[in-house]
């Protein structure tokens, strides 16, 4: 999905609102989260996840196209970690179509 997918989502299921009003409210918010994360906090979204950042350690690389070794600094990136509630959907817990019976004790 891409974001004018989404903005046409939200649209069609609030009929109240404009598709451009929607586009802002969705940019809002993405932008309220990279500039959160580009001054080092995080978001955190309840059911859905925790958006942060992590140092990569400096350290040796090569290029591809030479094989000439590089040095590649230290930097930070972007990390998500899914919520339980998410975590939950995408991995169904699988039903065990059976149930352990006991046996009487007449039957032992």
Do not use: C
Request: glycine letters at 6%; aromatic letters at 8%.
């Amino acid at each position: 999905m891409i974001k004018s997918e989404l903005v046409h989502i939200i649209a069609s299921r609030n009929p109240h609102l404009y598709p451009s009003d929607v586009m802002r409210i969705v940019d809002t918010i993405i932008d309220e989260i990279v500039e959160t994360l580009a001054q080092g906090g995080r978001v955190e979204l309840r059911g859905f996840g925790v958006f942060s950042v992590r140092r990569r350690s400096p350290r040796s690389g090569r290029n591809p196209s030479t094989g000439e070794a590089v040095f590649v600094e230290e930097k930070w990136v972007p990390f998500f970690k899914t919520g339980k509630e998410m975590q939950a959907r995408l991995n169904p817990k699988i039903e065990v179509p059976y149930a352990r019976v006991r046996r009487l004790p007449e039957e032992r």
